[in-house]
């Protein structure tokens, strides 16, 4: 069954103090992993795909890094709009159906203070 | 583009009663996800349809789930009886060629 373990559950930050965020996974072959931004009452944000080891995306004060075993989320510099909920999701390889769902981690809770 | 549609936003209901959640997702995505959140067990899949044909049900916790997709833009998921236990967010999400999921709104539902 595939895993996901995202770590810290909540993270308070002040203002332009840079950090990680972390998502640890257990599959039986990483299709692709996936991070999204969820602000309170809204749905998931798509932030970033990752398919390999080793491979890097970016996008404002947000890069995303992969290794076989996790993915991080480094944020630089933050400001109080990057508060928001940080959910990590994988989908694996299987047999012959189930291969396009996302497995959820429960997320991290970032707090931005000013 | 409009974005994946869920309709309601916010659903009150007692015990016993038939609940039906709408969603239309993005036009041309060929996958359509029904998710539900709660704070104790976070996103958890309870099924999804790929060309409007049910892939993977699995995550439907018992009889009284069922979902249909009777055509491209449109699927809907229902709750009959509704329980206390069913009272959650449920999110539509839809995605092409089984990449990133987008993810509607939700529909805040709540049974007492």
């Known amino acids: 069954e595939d895993q996901v373990t995202q770590s810290p559950e909540a993270l308070r930050l002040q203002e332009g103090e840079s950090s990680s965020l972390n998502c640890s996974y257990t599959?039986?072959?990483?299709?692709?992993l996936f991070w999204y931004r969820q602000d309170p009452g809204k749905g998931p944000e798509f932030l970033f795909t990752?398919?390999?080891a080793g491979e890097e995306k970016e996008k404002e004060r947000l890069k995303a890094t992969l290794t076989k075993k996790e993915s991080f989320l480094h944020i630089t510099a933050p400001k109080p709009e990057d508060s928001a909920t940080y959910l990590c999701?994988?989908?694996?390889?299987?047999?012959?159906?189930?291969?396009?769902?996302?497995?959820f981690g429960t997320g991290t809770r970032l707090t931005i203070i000013p | 583009d409009a974005g994946v549609i869920q309709s309601p936003r916010h659903e009150v209901t007692e015990m016993g009663q038939e609940v039906t959640l709408r969603c239309k997702p993005i036009s041309g995505h060929d996958y359509l996800f029904w998710y539900r959140q709660t704070m104790m067990r976070g996103l958890e899949l309870l099924i999804y349809f790929n060309n409007n044909v049910p892939i993977d049900d699995s995550g439907m916790p018992e009889d009284r789930f069922s979902a249909k997709m009777p055509n491209a833009s449109f699927s809907t998921l229902k709750i009959q009886p509704s329980e206390p236990r069913d009272s959650a967010v449920y999110f539509c999400?839809?995605?092409?060629?089984?990449?990133?999921?987008?993810f509607g709104s939700g529909t805040q539902l709540s049974v007492l």
């Open positions: 999701a994988v989908q694996a390889w299987g047999s012959n159906f189930g291969n396009e769902k996302l497995t």
């Open positions: 999400a839809s995605s092409l060629n089984s990449r990133a999921l987008f």
């Open positions: 599959v039986s072959g990483l299709r692709g």
């Open positions: 990752l398919y390999s």
